[in-house]
DNA sequence: GGAACAGATGAGTATATGTTCATATGATAT
DNA sequence: ATATCATATGAACATATACTCATCTGTTCC
């Protein structure tokens, strides 16, 4: 009767294979491993962390960011729009012109944290 | 003695030119952006958090990583020289076997915070 | 020494991402 | 209706990213 034969780094690694396995069942799971790094991929380009760092202070026109980031409109209207799908901001209309702010409560606590973080190494 | 002349959208998007600068100044400086981009980046991609995800229970040798990710040992070791680079993990080798270890207080906090927030929307 | 193994790394490649350009939409004013 | 302004959007393009493959380094065991 053949025994499943044993992982090739079984002993060298010090992790028994019933261990990888306990360890794999306590991973996060893998859907919520995609919404994390979606997460964090919003905040993983200066441009974004711009207009986030700037909604912070209030709500902001489309021209208004393009001015402050020092960046094209078009530039700016595509980020806000990836922002507008990630659920961080949300837009006002008023005639003409689009107000965006941020409708993320969130998205400040965890900037402060890392501003903190990066602050202490 | 000339006025500086006003920007076009001064008056519809409701900002002074004023307020403009001022916004501007408390916005978070420029090289800090960077660094916070830099730093979400790390956890923009779903292997960098599985990886970390198996590194907060224990460390582990990338053989294992390798079997626990189901993904080729290059793979893993490029991810792990980035996550080494980016201080996030520490090794210790042993012979043959390296192992990886979580280097930074304060992912695990930053993980579990942005996780109960993904379970609350 | 040489074989076997764990891991690291450079090159190549396919895909993702961010910006620009041109143009479209939608609103206001004349 | 037409012109103008604020914003949106699709296509194109250049760069960045993550993986694979082949190869290299460093260690142990014979």
């Known amino acids: 009767?053949?025994?499943?034969?044993?992982?090739?780094c079984e002993v060298t690694c010090g992790g028994s294979e019933a261990d990888l396995v306990r360890i794999k069942a306590e991973m996060i799971a893998e859907p919520l491993i995609q919404d994390i790094a979606e997460w964090f991929k919003v905040l993983s380009d200066p441009t974004r962390v711009k207009i986030i760092s700037a909604l912070m202070r209030r709500e902001l026109c489309v021209h208004d960011l393009s001015e402050l980031?020092?960046?094209?409109?078009?530039?700016?209207?595509h980020q806000l729009r990836y922002l507008r799908n990630m659920r961080m901001v949300k837009r006002r209309k008023v005639g003409k012109t689009v107000y965006y702010a941020l409708d993320d409560s969130h998205i400040e606590e965890i900037i402060q944290v890392t501003l903190e973080h990066l602050k202490h190494k």
């Open 1 to 8: 009767m053949q025994q499943p034969i044993a992982e090739d």
């Open 69 to 77: 980031l020092e960046m094209g409109q078009s530039a700016v209207s």
